[in-house]
């Protein structure tokens, strides 16, 4: 059993990691929040009364949205400790099993990750950028170096990501520890200069400005949403840090530097109003502001990382559940199972993000696309709390209807303020969204409609074992015979038998199983059939956080007659060719996007972690 001591150590590491991952994000909002409001596409006129309202519903949107909603409500729904739209999903899905729901809880969590890859790319382009425009504060003749200097910046992120962040990890908690620090400094000198702005802790100022500018106010929910971007990150690393360590920096450091900040910039304004030109740069003397953008760069860079990292997670979870095909997905820590890298995904994200900076080429303009994606996933992940809230926590209907539903109300009022920035840039996020949820759920049913196609051709084990199995020669050794279904006969099996004649001494069927939980023990992970004559089905169990690796879990069987030496042993693996029939299980265009994805996937061999020098593959084509 641990120390007092050695608990309370880890217990601060985990605080330290917290900081330098799961809140860069939110943490660069003051970046461009403040100024978006006055200064963008449906600015506010600066005057006391506008200000104090704006700082205010700036507050109790981070207080409702993230305190209340992430922090003490959502962050309750773990899926066995991960969180996250698809852990989510998988924890929804398992609850409305067999219900009429059960199609419209999966459309709303594929969405709600779809939504996210649209997020992934505008939060680069728009933290670097914002950083690197206070090199316009230093001087105005600097602003042609703005764009390629972003540039820069975002080619060595993009290009660090396959080399790990295991390196340099140890620096992104104190980095943005000093970076919290500064927002809070920053914010309380400002604020010394006048004390009066606190009063807009009031929420009453916040409905004042709503009831005395209704239109402009509700334009203005869409910058004001922009001090939260990032808040679901809360959740979604959940399962790296935990729920305690997450809540401690939340409210010991994070949420108070941001508050002290958003409120300086508010005193800055009622102070000098010609200071909107970029609020949160005119906070620091001259003297500090170079170094000042400098800190905020390295801050971005981090926030950035944060986001890239939770793509690759994401398209992981999504590789394990069934919604993407099997991609390249290479492990760059050797301590740390969650640090990954997955090529596709980052240089997809780096064209889309470098495409971004050039076409908006500043951050106002880059802050009409944001919001929409992050407003969109907070209204699905309410929906979806709410399933576990009644099912699993027993809350009672007079806690979940109005607790709840206040909080949709809210998200529902931020997605439609930023709705009407579609037209402005809103579009490409949507866009990005739309893209995704084709390509998760076309390969999801093309997978359904191959196995039912195979399953049709399928012989039945037993009728295999007594027609087909006395007559063929057998020899020596083990054949292992992969299959994605866990019952007939593979048609692996069936190829090498029309093609060599021959059977092995032993012969197992060996199927990959994806479960709804992120982890699965290593008691769990197999169980072993004896279907007599010398053949075996095997079923190999791996978490949507896990990486398969075959041989690793066969090393490990112990059963009655088998035993495995991968020396001695064969893999056989079918490659399905796809052709579209008529008429087709899903839309042509759609079964021609699957079959791509098909021949564009990452082989089984590769994937699963077989040896090369071990495997015969075996082609087969399949009309779905």
């Not at 120390?3 to 943490?27: P, T």
């Amino acid at each position: 059993m641990p120390s007092g001591r050695s608990a309370s150590k880890n217990v601060n590491g985990l605080i330290l990691g917290a900081i330098g991952v799961v809140f860069g994000d939110i943490g660069t909002s003051p970046l461009y929040a403040m100024k978006e409001t006055f200064a963008g596409r449906a600015p506010l006129t600066v005057e006391p009364a506008t200000v104090l309202g704006v700082v205010s519903l700036m507050f109790w949107t981070i207080m409702v949205l993230v305190t209340i909603k992430y922090v003490a409500v959502i962050m309750r729904a773990d899926n066995r400790g991960e969180g996250g739209s698809l852990a989510l999903l998988a924890l929804v899905i398992d609850l409305t099993r067999r219900s009429r729901l059960t199609p419209v809880v999966t459309a709303l969590g594929i969405f709600a990750a779809a939504l996210f890859y649209g997020d992934s790319m505008i939060t680069p382009a728009i933290s670097v950028l914002s950083a690197v425009e206070g090199l316009e504060v230093v001087a105005p003749e600097l602003q042609s170096y703005v764009i390629p200097v972003t540039i820069a910046v975002l080619c060595g992120l993009f290009w660090f990501q396959s080399r790990g962040t295991e390196t340099i990890g140890s620096l992104f908690g104190p980095v943005m520890c000093v970076w919290f620090a500064v927002l809070a400094f920053l914010g309380v000198i400002n604020i010394l200069h006048d004390p009066g702005v606190l009063a807009a802790l009031n929420p009453a100022y916040g409905a004042a400005l709503i009831a005395q500018h209704p239109w402009q106010s509700f334009l203005a929910l869409g910058a004001v949403f922009l001090a939260v971007t990032g808040g679901e990150a809360l959740y979604a690393d959940m399962g790296h840090f935990g729920r305690v360590p997450i809540r401690l920096a939340w409210f010991g450091l994070v949420l108070p530097a941001l508050v002290l900040n958003y409120f300086g910039q508010a005193a800055l304004l009622l102070h000098d109003p010609t200071t909107l030109e970029n609020p949160f740069y005119r906070l620091a003397p001259e003297w500090a502001v170079v170094p000042l953008v400098g800190l905020a760069t390295a801050a971005t860079v981090i926030a950035s990382q944060a986001v890239i990292s939770g793509a690759f997670s994401v398209a992981h979870q999504a590789v394990q559940l069934g919604y993407l095909p099997r991609m390249a997905i290479r492990h760059t820590s050797s301590s740390e199972a969650g640090q990954i890298y997955v090529p596709f995904t980052n240089w997809t994200l780096f064209f889309a993000v470098i495409g971004l900076v050039l076409a908006f080429q500043t951050s106002s303009h880059l802050a009409a696309a944001y919001g929409i994606a992050v407003a969109g996933t907070m209204i699905i992940s309410t929906i979806m709390i709410s399933f576990v809230a009644v099912q699993v926590w027993k809350w009672s209907l007079w806690l979940v209807v109005p607790l709840l539903g206040t909080l949709l109300l809210v998200d529902t009022l931020f997605l439609a303020s930023n709705a009407l920035k579609i037209s402005q840039g809103g579009w490409f996020a949507l866009a990005i969204a739309a893209t995704s949820f084709i390509t998760l759920t076309t390969w999801k049913r093309g997978r359904g409609l191959l196995l039912q196609a195979m399953a049709e051709k399928t012989m039945p084990i037993d009728e295999f074992l007594r027609i087909k199995e006395p007559s063929v020669p057998r020899v020596r050794n083990t054949a292992v015979y992969l299959t994605s279904r866990p019952e007939g006969v593979p048609s692996a099996l069936l190829h090498n038998l029309k093609h060599n004649q021959i059977l092995h001494e032993r012969n197992v069927l060996a199927t990959v199983v994806a479960t709804e939980i992120p982890y699965v023990d290593d008691s769990d992970r197999t169980t072993v059939s004896d279907l007599g004559k010398g053949f075996y089905r095997i079923l190999i169990r791996y978490g949507f956080m896990e990486r398969p690796d075959i041989p690793a879990a066969l090393r490990v069987v112990r059963h009655d007659g088998l035993m495995f030496d991968m020396d001695r042993t064969t893999f056989f693996v079918s490659r399905e060719t796809v052709l579209p029939r008529l008429p087709p299980g899903m839309a042509v265009w759609r079964e021609l996007f699957f079959a791509w994805m098909m021949r564009n996937a990452v082989s089984a061999t590769d994937f699963f972690r077989i040896p090369p020098e071990r495997v015969v593959e075996l082609g087969t084509q399949v009309e779905i």
